[in-house]
C-alpha cells in the first residue's frame, strides 16, 4: 500500500520549507509520542489502572472478528450479540456500544486480529498501519520530511488512540493518487482496496471517467468485485444482507438521530446540525454542496492543472463530499497537504500558505477543546490553498 518513488530532484529542496514548519513538525511528532506513553503509563489507553483492558473503537473489529472465528459473521452486524463479544472482549460490561458498520470483506482483516489477544491485536494494528500510512506520505511528498509529516499530523494522535483505521485509508487513498500517473493498475488495486470505506470513494467513479483514467476505472471495479466475491464464498449470503440492512439502521441512529453526537460529524451536514438545524436542511445544504465539489473536482481533472493539484484536490474533495467523517478519519486530509507540500519544495511557499497549513493544525488539535466541526473548516482551507495553485499554474476550461 505505500509508494515506492525514489527521490525526485525537490528532494534536495528541503530548504523551501521554512525552519519552523520542520521543526514544528518534529516537535508535534515528540508531543504525540509522548502523550502515547503517558496515557499507557496513566491506564488511559490499552489498559486501565485496574490492569483490564480499556472499550475504544477497536473492540468493534476484535469483537467482528472473534464472531467469524466462533462461525457466526452475520452477527457482526446484530447490535445485541455484537455487544456481547465487545464485553467479552475487555472483560468486563461497559457503557456504550461500538457498531460494526463494514462491508463484510473488512471481516477477512477483523478476523485475522481476533487471532490475538484484545490488548495485543489493538496495539499491532495501531503499530503497523501507521508505518503504511508513513510510507506512503514519504513518498507522495518525495522527501524524508514526509515522514515527520506523517507524524505531525494531528488527526493521527485521535486515530492511534481510538484503534481506528485512518492509516489504512491513508495509504489507500495515498497510494491511488500517488501511483495513478506511473502505476495505474496497482492505483487501481489501492481504490479497490478503498471500498472498505465506500463513502471515501464517492467522487472517484466521476473523477476517474472525466480524466479517461480507465486502467484505474477498471482494475478499482475488479478488484471490488473480487474481494466481494471472495466475502460471499466465505462467508455466505446472511453477511451482505445483514449489510445492507444495517446501512439503514446506521443512517436512523446516526444522521437522523445523532445518538453519536453531530459535533463528531466533520461535514457541512454535522455542522448543520450541531447549530440545530433540521435533518431536512442538513442533507439539503449537503447534497448539493457535495456535487458542486464534485462537478469542481472533474471540471480540474480536465483541465492541464498539474498533476499534484488534481490529487491534491480529489484527495481533499474525498473528504468534504461524505456527511460521515469522525476525526480520526481525517488523517486522510493529509494526504491532500503532502501534495501541497511536493508543491512547496518544487518551487515555494505561496503567501499565506504556512500559515494556512498552521491553521488546519490549530483547528484539528482544537476539536477537544470546542467539540464542533472543526474539520469541516480545516479541509475547506485546504481545498483553498490547493484551488489557489490550481488557478494560478492551469486554465481551467475544458480543453478541446
Not at 470483506?105 to 498501519?129: D, E, N, Q, R, S
Not at 493498475?185 to 467513479?205: E, N, R, S
Not at 470546542?370 to 488557478?391: K, Y
Request: aromatic letters at 14%; hydrophobic letters at 55%; one cysteine or more.
Amino acid at each position: 500500500m505505500s509508494i515506492a518513488v525514489p527521490d525526485s530532484p525537490r528532494s534536495s529542496a528541503a530548504g523551501a520549507l521554512p525552519g519552523a514548519f520542520v521543526l514544528a513538525c518534529f516537535g508535534l511528532c515528540v508531543a504525540h509520542a509522548v502523550y502515547l506513553a503517558a496515557a499507557f503509563a496513566y491506564g488511559s489507553w490499552l489498559i486501565g489502572p485496574d490492569g483490564q483492558a480499556r472499550p475504544q473503537d477497536f473492540v468493534n473489529v476484535w469483537a467482528a472478528g472473534r464472531l467469524v472465528l466462533d462461525g457466526q459473521p452475520a452477527a457482526a452486524y446484530d447490535w445485541t450479540v455484537h455487544k456481547q463479544m465487545q464485553d467479552a472482549a475487555i472483560g468486563h460490561g461497559f457503557p456504550g456500544y461500538y457498531q460494526w458498520p463494514y462491508p463484510p470483506p473488512f471481516l477477512f482483516v477483523a478476523a485475522v486480529l481476533a487471532l490475538f489477544p484484545y490488548v495485543a491485536a489493538y496495539a499491532g494494528w495501531v503499530a503497523l498501519t501507521f508505518p503504511l500510512y508513513a510510507a506512503t506520505m514519504r513518498a507522495i511528498v518525495g522527501d524524508r520530511i514526509g515522514y515527520l509529516l506523517a507524524g505531525a499530523f494531528p488527526a493521527v494522535l485521535a486515530n492511534a488512540v481510538a484503534g481506528q483505521n485512518g492509516f489504512v485509508t491513508a495509504a489507500l487513498l495515498g497510494g491511488t493518487l500517488g501511483l495513478m500517473e506511473k502505476r495505474p493498475v496497482l492505483a487501481g488495486c489501492c481504490l479497490g482496496l478503498l471500498t472498505y470505506k465506500p463513502h471515501f470513494g464517492i467522487l472517484f467513479p466521476f473523477v476517474l471517467i472525466a480524466g479517461c483514467r480507465w486502467t484505474v476505472f477498471w482494475t478499482a471495479a475488479a478488484v471490488g468485485a473480487l474481494l466481494a466475491l471472495a466475502s460471499w464464498f466465505a462467508f455466505g449470503t446472511a453477511p451482505w444482507v445483514a449489510f445492507f440492512h444495517s446501512l439503514t439502521v446506521t443512517s436512523q441512529v446516526f444522521l437522523s438521530e445523532g445518538q453519536a453526537s453531530f459535533d463528531k460529524f466533520q461535514s457541512l451536514y454535522g455542522l448543520v446540525r450541531t447549530v440545530g438545524g433540521s435533518e431536512f436542511l442538513g442533507w439539503s445544504l449537503h447534497l448539493p454542496f457535495a456535487v458542486a465539489i464534485a462537478v469542481a473536482v472533474c471540471v480540474l481533472w480536465r483541465s492541464d492543472a498539474p498533476f499534484d493539484m488534481k490529487a491534491a484536490a480529489l484527495g481533499v474533495g474525498a473528504v468534504l463530499a461524505t456527511p460521515y467523517a469522525y476525526l480520526y478519519d481525517l488523517v486522510i486530509l493529509a494526504v491532500p497537504v503532502a501534495f501541497l507540500v511536493r508543491a512547496i519544495l518544487s518551487d515555494g511557499p505561496r503567501t499565506g500558505e504556512m500559515a494556512g497549513l498552521a491553521a488546519v493544525a490549530a483547528l484539528l488539535f482544537g476539536y477537544p477543546f470546542v467539540q464542533a466541526p472543526v474539520g469541516l473548516v480545516a479541509a475547506v482551507i485546504v481545498a483553498v490553498l490547493i484551488a489557489r495553485r490550481s488557478l494560478d499554474s492551469s486554465r481551467l476550461p475544458v480543453p478541446a
